[in-house]
């Protein structure tokens, strides 16, 4: 492998806009695209030669030896600025960008760090919490500061024992941050999830944090928050589990380069196990299909390599779901395993905001007897849905 593609929408808002030119010679760091509106900075993770520029990418070919140092991010005078010189987005998937998230004042309000490593099969957040510990201290410090906020949470479940001691060591003398405890449910890692089981306030659907006085970010954002602050560097890295039908089972892989292929992570953990399926990039729940040449992007966070379809040529009825499988994943599924959609029905809980249709009340699965039957009488012989606890 010798080219890379960087995109150019890693993050909520607009693609950014390449400010590198054809043949170019660009070095690790190096600030490559700028927002165009809402958006955040996107910088090379390797050094090489621009060789293609499109709407969608850049294209870099690799130097033959890459370097261990990076371009450090200008000098600012505050760490918000630096934050956003880095451009660091929402890395557990979101993207929003983080210096506008955090470019407000919420005076005795609550900074809580989202450690719920919600998604089955994925540990990077783990690991790192186990590892690194001291890191979320002071990012969460950091963010206090920068916000007047009063308070600090680490929401966390209790299943990860090890990363909850190693917090809680590091925090021993820290009297306004606090760890709080989550169940072992799903959507735990949700913010209005986090914020009513924390503070005990339910959030309307559409409905943000900062409605209860708190801003919520994920354990890697807050990894690279400091980064930005403490090393000057660029979000040019991402961290990773690679699981499903690859020889390593299950494998973290931290600090890997932006803009590589599916195929790069999924050899450097010994290829794959035969049958395979598709690869799943993200979480079995809210993760997309990819392809062996998808690029590693700031919100990726799982590369999941799946069984093949069962051949399920039966007639399907899909009931879609806000916090995991919707309609057009739900419907990729479907073809995949052969089988003819009959019928689809939202989950009961999804109520239209905005245009875009939310959960009301996320991890309190109801019964869905009444879609089920609804679906059976159009014909459907089984029901494919996304997280449905009931």
């Known amino acids: ?33 700028i927002p165009n509106g809402l958006g955040a ?9 621009i060789v293609n520029i499109n709407g969608s990418e850049v294209v870099i070919r690799l130097k033959e030896n890459q370097p261990d140092h990076f371009i450090p991010i200008p000098k600012t005078e505050t760490n918000l600025e630096a934050i956003k010189a880095a451009g660091v987005v929402g890395a557990g998937g979101a993207g929003f960008p983080m210096h506008v998230k955090y470019n407000t004042t919420i005076e005795n309000g609550y900074i809580i760090a989202n450690a719920a490593e919600c998604e089955p099969l994925l540990g990077h957040n783990v690991q790192f919490m186990e590892d690194h510990p001291d890191v979320i201290i002071r990012g969460l410090n950091y963010l206090m500061e920068m916000t007047k906020a009063g308070k600090a949470y680490i929401a966390i479940k209790t299943k990860y024992r090890k990363a909850m001691l190693a917090l809680g060591r590091a925090c021993k003398d820290e009297p306004n941050i606090e760890l709080k405890y989550l169940s072992d449910m799903y959507p735990a890692g949700d913010e209005r999830v986090i914020i009513r089981e924390l503070l005990g306030i339910t959030l309307e659907p559409g409905q943000l944090p900062s409605s209860a006085n708190a801003i919520v970010s994920n354990i890697e954002t807050i990894k690279h928050a400091v980064e930005a602050i403490e090393q000057r560097k660029p979000f040019i890295e991402k961290d990773l589990t690679i699981a499903g039908r690859v020889q390593a089972h299950e494998k973290i892989l931290m600090n890997q380069p932006i803009g590589f292929p599916m195929k790069y992570f999924i050899d450097k953990c010994g290829g794959y196990i035969q049958p395979h399926g598709e ?112």
């Open 279 to 390: 690869i799943v990039v993200g979480g079995p729940f809210t993760g997309k299909h990819g392809e062996e040449d998808t690029p590693l992007t700031k919100t990726t966070g799982g590369i999941l390599v799946a069984m093949p379809f069962p051949n399920e040529q039966r007639k399907v009825g899909i009931l879609i779901c806000e916090c995991g499988g919707g309609k057009e994943r739900l419907t990729e599924i479907a073809i995949g395993m052969g089988a003819e959609i009959v019928a689809a029905e939202r989950c009961k809980r999804m109520v239209e905001v905005d245009g875009r249709y939310r959960c009301d009340l996320p991890g309190i699965c109801p019964g869905q007897a009444e879609k089920v039957l609804k679906m059976k009488k159009e014909g459907a012989e089984v029901i494919l849905t996304g997280t449905c606890q009931d």
């Open 41 to 49: 900075n996107i910088h090379t993770s390797v050094s090489g030669t």
């Open 1 to 33: 492998m010798n080219k890379i593609h960087i995109l150019l929408k890693q993050h909520v808002g607009s693609p950014c806009i390449p400010i590198v030119k054809m043949n170019e010679e660009v070095e690790k760091g190096q600030l490559i695209a």
